[in-house]
């Protein structure tokens, strides 16, 4: 799945991330595994 | 008691708080200093003119998400001393620290370019603050057709690729009116493509073509004269519109530059890794407040989150600072 693509999913997932943002970012709550720093950068 | 003062309660700082709560002792406080108790969401800003989000699903309080335990304190902050650890605020006096992380943002600037702030409201709207995306709203709906031009001023500045969602978001909603055919829309950049990476670039080019949107790339915006309804480039190009989107010039706090700890833009020199002033080792700065190059956006500030508690935390128990930001988004 490409995140750049003009997808109906795409879309929703950016609405729906409000409800993430306010219920777990803003918290502090983690939101990845640990290694998600370095995903897609190291070939 | 030790003292840890956070600068911000927006995104970086309010999540900054959360988190050092969770893992701090008791015999350490937290202190929050901002100047209102409003929480904008700020990616918000880009559905409300199209009425896909409603303004009052975007502004909250504040306070409602700082955890017990964190001392949220509101006055207009007027100094920072690095030197005297010490905060200045207009109303609630001086706060010392042991520790201080700097998460003041950054906003727009529209009084930067010639033309632009005079403008303001008169066929020239904007959408990264509140009450501009809603009156973006209100134009978006009187508009009955002619050229839409969506300018980017300079970089950076936050969410790099929101002018151009902004600009398919416009394409779908002229759609729906069924004015699509009526209404130019043309996307002036200073970038030299649709947008700074050469594969997110290709991909976006591709879009906008799909989409019958023009793209003006190489245009460094001089001066905007609203009356003739016309932008000029520095180097004498022009382009005419109808409405002007415009995304003036990104600021950081003016305050941290009164303060001459900032740049002539307000962004605070950090080390781009560590995101620590030089010689402060006791100062961290994260968000659109910083010089680093990335983004300027929630998800940057998040990861930079992250690599300030585990140092954070660190430095409290005098153990090594192992983590280091490398400015990714996602």
Same mark, same amino acid.
Request: charged share 30%; proline share 6%.
């Given at each position: 799945m490409s995140l750049l693509k003009d997808t109906e999913l795409n879309h929703m997932a950016k609405l729906m991330f409000k409800w993430a943002y306010f219920n777990l970012l803003l918290k502090g709550a983690w939101l990845g595994p640990p290694d998600l720093m370095m995903e897609g950068k190291v070939r | 008691?030790?003292?840890?003062?956070?600068?911000?309660?927006?995104?970086?700082?309010?999540?900054?708080?959360?988190?050092?709560?969770?893992?701090?002792?008791?015999?350490?406080?937290?202190?929050?200093?901002?100047?209102?108790?409003?929480?904008?969401?700020?990616?918000?800003?880009?559905?409300?003119?199209?009425? *896909?989000?409603?303004?009052?699903?975007?502004?909250?309080?504040k306070r409602e998400f700082i955890n017990p335990g964190i001392e949220f304190v509101i006055s207009d902050i007027t100094n920072v001393?690095?030197?005297k650890q010490e905060i200045s605020t207009a109303t609630e006096g001086k706060f010392n620290y042991d520790i201080l992380v700097m998460a003041t943002g950054c906003d727009i600037r529209p009084d930067e370019v010639e033309g632009l702030e005079e403008g303001w409201g008169h066929d020239i709207y904007g959408y990264y603050r509140f009450n501009d995306c809603q009156e973006l709203g209100k134009a978006l709906k009187r508009?009955?057709?002619?050229?839409?031009?969506?300018?980017?001023?300079?970089?950076? *500045?936050?969410?790099?690729?929101?002018?151009?969602?902004?600009?398919?978001?416009?394409?779908?909603?002229?759609?729906?009116?069924?004015?699509?055919?009526?209404?130019?829309i043309e996307f002036v950049t200073p970038l030299s493509g649709a947008f700074t990476k050469p594969v997110a670039t290709k991909v976006l080019t591709d879009a906008c073509e799909d989409k019958n949107i023009k793209i003006v790339p190489n245009f460094a915006l001089g001066s905007v004269d609203h009356k003739a309804k016309v932008i000029q480039a520095f180097d004498g190009s022009e382009v005419e519109y109808d409405m002007l989107v415009s995304i003036p010039p990104n600021f950081g706090a003016q305050v941290m530059i009164d303060s001459g700890i900032a740049d002539p833009m307000g962004y605070i020199p950090v080390d781009k890794h560590t995101l620590q002033p030089e010689g402060r080792d006791n100062v961290w700065v994260l968000g659109d407040g910083t010089d680093v190059p990335t983004s300027k956006a929630g998800a940057v500030a998040h990861f930079q989150g992250d690599v300030l508690h585990e140092n954070i935390l660190a430095y409290v128990s005098g153990g090594e600072q192992h983590a280091r930001s490398d400015g990714h988004a996602v």
């Open positions: - | 008691m030790k003292k840890l003062v956070i600068l911000g309660g927006g995104t970086g700082g309010t999540m900054m708080a959360n988190k050092l709560r969770k893992d701090l002792d008791d015999d350490w406080s937290i202190t929050i200093i901002d100047k209102d108790n409003i929480h904008y969401y700020q990616p918000g800003y880009l559905f409300v003119p199209f009425d *896909i989000n409603k303004p009052r699903e975007i502004r909250r309080s001393d690095w030197d508009f009955k057709g002619g050229r839409m031009v969506v300018n980017i001023a300079e970089m950076p *500045i936050k969410c790099p690729v929101a002018p151009l969602e902004f600009a398919f978001l416009a394409d779908w909603y002229f759609h729906e009116r069924g004015i699509r055919d009526d209404v130019e």
